[in-house]
Nanobody, 118 residues
Framework: QVQLVESGGGLVQPGGSLRLSCAIS????????MGWYRQAPGKVRELVAS????????NYVGSVKGRFTISSNNAKDTVYLQMNSLKPEDTAFYYC???????????WGEGTQVTVSS
């Protein structure tokens, strides 16, 4: 089992920055990748960024490339999402997710709200 707890969301003005954190506990060693997803009201949940277990293989949805950065700490028990140049369209509930390929299991955190507004 894997437990995920997000933090760092809040209200920010357009052009501002936020850093989300995801604390990971449980059977960390067998996690193959981590990701940040978001869901805005009335929209489907979308993958924003992902990072492989090595910490070097990263991918981003086109709308956040160059603005968001996903990273993990050396212990691989925390994943971050640095969000810069935030736009109103980035407003959503952001979820941390862990993927285990062997068991084809995806774990989710409770999420954290990010609101970009003046």
């Amino acid at each position: 089992q894997v437990q995920l707890v997000e933090s760092g969301g809040g209200l920010v003005q357009p052009g501002g920055s936020l850093r989300l954190s995801c604390a990971i506990s449980g059977s960390i060693d067998s996690i193959d990748s981590m990701g940040w997803y978001r869901q805005a009201p009335g929209k489907v949940r979308e993958l924003v960024a992902s990072i492989g277990s090595s910490g070097h293989d990263t991918n981003y949805v086109g709308s956040v490339k160059g603005r968001f950065t996903i990273s993990s700490n050396n212990a691989k028990d925390t994943v971050y999402l640095q969000m810069n140049s935030l736009k109103p369209e980035d407003t959503a509930f952001y979820y941390c997710s862990a993927w285990k390929l062997f068991s084809r299991t995806r774990y989710w955190g409770e999420g954290t709200q990010v609101t970009v507004s003046s």
